[in-house]
């Protein structure tokens, strides 16, 4: 452990921030790319899919049904971490990360071709289901390859800095999905919009694909894995190392990163949900609302890494926890108001609290795990909490509809996933590997 520890700290001494910010610029284009795909079918789920795949007289079953397919393609993503994050710690981070963002367009660009129930029956929710786990498995080892790539091409003393930026990959994914949904609610009727036009946010993953493989290809390679390649210390057997030394590394990790995803999916494809279904806003309301919650996000996220270069990325997971805690039953009070503006500002409320431990979470995850198994481990932790946040919406649905569709549930259970990922904050930095000048 020792020696790999040694051969990390000597890569990543002459590092430059103009060669880490180049690398951190081509992991955002990447994450972008994941999360607008993505967060595409998070939005299409809510307003889209319950409609035209799922074929039910009561719209709370359809929009259950719909809400488990969004989960399905969750429970995918710790198998493509793991399957990735092996192939990322034996033949380098930077072939594995072309893998998987062709997998991803490729995917979400078919899903943007499929036929509805109403024309080809059962076989649309089926092949809907088989997409979403395709794509489910090459997410899984799209942002831990990226969050790997980005810190080991830091400098140690300001990893939390430059992995932050992958993390504005988020938001932008969410503004460009949300802002195409938007966008074509504005220009199509109703109809139209459901025939044909949510089509096109889909298809557009396409030509967004070949920018983000142009840019991605122009990617160095980590020098802590080439240090790793010289000197023979290339993990041999990743996925057994990984779960038999650090499965409580995954644990705390898992729980770190809950918040940031889970609490995401929460005050956006759930909000959405509610707000157009049982309050009986307009969509175009609620997409208005995740977009501007999203554009706060990017400074957030910014200033996140910033605390977490000065002060470490743990305490900014364990105080940006307990923030959106505090935050949660406010936030839901405004969304339930009825006017349009506090309705915007309840869910900016709750993205922004949410945000400060998802800016430090790869931080944290990185350095949980030795560089010989960091990219399968961070795939684990970092899936494994997705898996768990993709039902967070129909579990949301579901206890919202037993409590006469009332809100209190949804907050609960945001308060639940903010003081569960304050606790790993305390807990991570005891379980870190220890690189000198990294701040956990």
Same mark, same amino acid.
């Given at each position: 452990?020792?020696?790999?520890?040694?051969?990390?700290?000597?890569?990543?001494?002459?590092?430059?921030?103009?060669?880490?910010?180049?690398?951190?610029?081509?992991?955002?284009?990447?994450?972008?790319?994941?999360?607008?795909?993505?967060?595409?079918?998070?939005?299409?789920?809510?307003?889209?899919?319950?409609?035209?795949?799922?074929?039910?007289?009561?719209?709370?079953?359809?929009?259950?049904?719909?809400?488990?397919?969004?989960?399905?393609?969750? *429970?995918?993503?710790?198998?493509?971490?793991?399957?990735?994050?092996?192939?990322?710690?034996?033949?380098?981070?930077?072939?594995?990360?072309?893998?998987?963002?062709?997998?991803?367009?490729?995917?979400?660009?078919?899903?943007?071709?499929?036929?509805?129930?109403?024309?080809?029956?059962?076989?649309?929710?089926?092949?809907?289901?088989?997409?979403?786990?395709?794509?489910?498995?090459?997410?899984?080892?799209?942002?831990?390859?990226?969050?790997?790539? *980005?810190?080991?091409?830091?400098?140690?003393?300001?990893?939390?800095?430059?992995?932050?930026?992958?993390?504005?990959?988020?938001?932008?994914?969410?503004?460009?999905?949300?802002?195409?949904?938007?966008?074509?609610?504005?220009?199509?009727?109703?109809?139209?919009?459901?025939?044909?036009?949510?089509?096109?946010?889909? $298809?557009?993953?396409?030509?967004?694909?070949?920018?983000?493989?142009?840019?991605?290809?122009?990617?160095?390679?980590?020098?802590?894995?080439?240090?790793?390649?010289?000197?023979?210390? !290339?993990?041999?057997?990743?996925?057994?190392?990984?779960?038999?030394?650090?499965?409580?590394?995954?644990?705390?990790?898992?729980?770190?990163?809950?918040?940031?995803?889970?609490?995401?999916?929460?005050?956006?494809?759930? !909000?959405?949900?509610?707000?157009?279904?049982?309050?009986?806003?307009?969509?175009?309301?609620?997409?208005?609302?995740?977009?501007?919650?999203?554009?706060?996000?990017?400074?957030?996220?910014?200033?996140?890494?910033?605390?977490?270069?000065?002060?470490? #990325?743990?305490?900014?997971?364990?105080?940006?926890?307990?923030?959106?805690?505090?935050?949660? !039953?406010?936030?839901?009070?405004? *969304?339930?108001?009825?006017?349009?503006?506090?309705? *915007?500002?309840?869910?900016? $409320?709750? !993205?922004?609290?949410?945000?400060?431990?998802?800016?430090?979470?790869?931080?944290?995850?990185?350095?949980?795990?030795?560089?010989?198994?960091?990219?399968?481990?961070?795939?684990?932790?970092?899936?494994?909490?997705?898996?768990?946040?993709?039902?967070?919406?129909?579990? #949301?649905?579901?206890?919202?509809?037993?409590?006469?569709?009332?809100?209190?549930?949804?907050?609960?259970?945001?308060?639940?996933?903010?003081?569960?990922?304050?606790?790993?904050?305390?807990?991570?930095?005891?379980?870190?590997?220890?690189?000198?000048?990294?701040?956990?």
């Amino acid at each position: 452990m020792s020696e790999t520890l040694n051969l990390e700290a000597g890569a990543t001494r002459q590092i430059t921030d103009k060669e880490a910010m180049k690398v951190s610029i081509g992991a955002l284009i990447g994450t972008a790319m994941e999360w607008y795909d993505f967060f595409l079918f998070s939005a299409a789920a809510a307003l889209v899919f319950n409609v035209q795949y799922f074929a039910n007289e009561n719209a709370t079953a359809a929009a259950l049904a719909s809400f488990a397919t969004f989960g399905v393609g969750l *429970v995918a993503r710790p198998l493509g971490g793991m399957f990735f994050g092996a192939m990322g710690d034996k033949i380098g981070r930077r072939k594995t990360l072309m893998v998987t963002i062709v997998g991803i367009g490729a995917v979400t660009g078919l899903i943007g071709l499929l036929p509805t129930y109403a024309a080809i029956g059962i076989a649309a929710p089926v092949l809907l289901v088989l997409l979403r786990v395709a794509q489910g498995l090459f997410v899984g080892g799209e942002w831990s390859g990226a969050m790997t790539i *980005v810190v080991e091409n830091a400098p140690l003393e300001r990893r939390a800095r430059y992995a932050a930026l992958p993390q504005i990959g988020s938001p932008i994914g969410t503004i460009l999905s949300s802002g195409g949904f938007f966008l074509m609610t504005l220009f199509f009727s109703q109809d139209s919009f459901n025939s044909f036009g949510w089509r096109i946010p889909f $298809l557009a993953a396409i030509p967004m694909l070949l920018i983000a493989l142009y840019i991605r290809s122009r990617l160095e390679e980590s020098p802590v894995f080439a240090e790793l390649m010289e000197h023979d210390q !290339v993990e041999k057997a990743p996925i057994r190392t990984t779960l038999r030394e650090s499965w409580k590394h995954i644990i705390i990790g898992m729980a770190a990163a809950l918040l940031g995803v889970g609490g995401f999916y929460l005050v956006t494809a759930f !909000v959405v949900y509610y707000g157009v279904n049982i309050l009986g806003y307009s969509a175009q309301l609620m997409l208005l609302g995740g977009m501007i919650a999203a554009i706060v996000e990017i400074p957030v996220l910014i200033l996140g890494g910033r605390l977490g270069e000065r002060f470490g #990325a743990s305490r900014v997971i364990l105080w940006g926890g307990i923030a959106s805690a505090l935050a949660a !039953v406010p936030a839901f009070l405004l *969304v339930d108001s009825g006017n349009a503006v506090l309705v *915007v500002i309840g869910m900016v $409320l709750a !993205v922004a609290t949410l945000s400060f431990p998802y800016a430090a979470s790869g931080t944290v995850l990185t350095g949980l795990f030795p560089a010989r198994t960091r990219y399968t481990g961070v795939g684990f932790a970092q899936n494994t909490a997705g898996m768990l946040s993709g039902f967070i919406p129909l579990l #949301a649905t579901g206890l919202v509809a037993s409590a006469g569709n009332h809100w209190w549930p949804a907050a609960v259970m945001l308060v639940f996933l903010s003081l569960f990922t304050a606790v790993a904050g305390a807990v991570a930095p005891r379980m870190s590997v220890n690189l000198p000048g990294f701040k956990h």
